[in-house]
């Protein structure tokens, strides 16, 4: 499974941002898939995922309520509404995904992941 990310860019503090991931070939109906974001001098942290069966989301506490996970079977695109950003959001943002169930914020539980877009708020 290849990920392209896309959608990022600079933002002033408090505005709003859209990542794009599309995925190819199409996993299939039984996977879940993430964002995860790597702040400079920090390791990745997921931040948000979400199961593909069931519509499940699990979200990092320091993004939730600000972020919105989405997917778009028909599309075969992931995205990753961010809103309120804050300069501390600011790193680059990978996607990934899993063919596994549930939701999962821990990195070692993916298989495949994007090349990451960067993010900054200032």
């Known amino acids: 499974v290849q990920l392209v990310e896309s959608g990022g860019g600079s933002v002033p503090f408090g505005g709003s941002l859209k990542l794009s991931c599309v995925a190819s070939p199409y996993p299939g109906s039984d996977y879940s898939m993430g964002w995860f974001r790597q702040a400079p001098r920090k390791q990745r942290e997921g931040i948000a995922a979400?199961?593909?069966?069931?519509?499940?989301?699990a979200y990092a506490d320091s993004v939730k309520g600000r972020f919105s996970i989405s997917l778009d079977n028909t599309k075969n695109t992931l995205y990753l509404d961010m809103n309120s950003l804050k300069p501390e959001d600011t790193g680059i943002y990978y996607c990934a995904a899993r063919l596994s169930t549930g939701c999962s914020l821990s990195e070692p539980d993916f298989e495949y992941w994007g090349q990451g877009t960067q993010v900054t708020v200032s």
């Open positions: 979400i199961y593909t069966v069931t519509g499940s989301t």
